[in-house]
């Protein structure tokens, strides 16, 4: 009973504060009087939920958002080939590749590659994916908009033949740009 109920209030946190709120759950000192300072292990680490994630992911949360400001930051390691279901974001999200190459895909067609170094804004309301390429790992860190209390409104999951045909895009229009 007590395993389901570390499972339950970790998948509840896991929704309230990898990509929601969590106002001052883990802070220190959340006032607006002083400086926070978050710990490196202080926050919570995740399995990515399987009704939201295809394959293997971890979620670090980083900090969570405030009454000042309404963002939260999260470290996602996503293992060869995992990503997340369709989803988007009231309020945006800045997405930064540290390692690997990020396949992200929207729900009318574009498929772009963001490499190591990069970073990658997904504009409100875009509905899209993200993940790690077949044959590599990817890390991103993230830091995502809330409005209204949300952060997130997640979608039905990627089907395998909808990312094979985004990874075959990609790789095709990597092929052409080198080729030119």
Request: neutral net charge; proline residues 4%; charged residues 15%.
């Amino acid at each position: 009973m007590q395993r389901g109920h570390s499972l339950r209030k970790g998948l509840a946190i896991f929704l309230t504060s990898c990509l929601g709120n969590v106002s001052g759950v883990f802070a220190l000192d959340n006032s607006g009087s002083s400086q926070v300072i978050y710990p490196h292990g202080a926050q919570p680490t995740f399995v990515g939920p399987d009704e939201w994630f295809s394959g293997e992911v971890k979620v670090t949360i980083l900090f969570p958002s405030n009454h000042d400001a309404k963002y939260s930051g999260a470290k996602v390691v996503f293992a060869n080939g995992a990503r997340t279901a369709w989803h988007q974001h009231p309020a945006g999200q800045h997405m930064i590749v540290t390692s690997g190459v990020a396949i992200t895909a929207t729900l009318d067609g574009q498929v772009s590659l963001v490499n190591s170094g990069e970073s990658l804004w997904c504009p409100a309301n875009l509905e899209h994916w993200h993940g790690a390429l077949p044959d590599s790992s990817m890390t991103h860190l993230v830091i995502t908009g809330e409005l209204g209390g949300k952060n997130v409104e997640w979608k039905e999951k990627v089907s395998d033949e909808q990312y094979s045909s985004a990874v075959s895009k990609a790789r095709a229009l990597t092929r052409s740009r080198n080729s030119d």
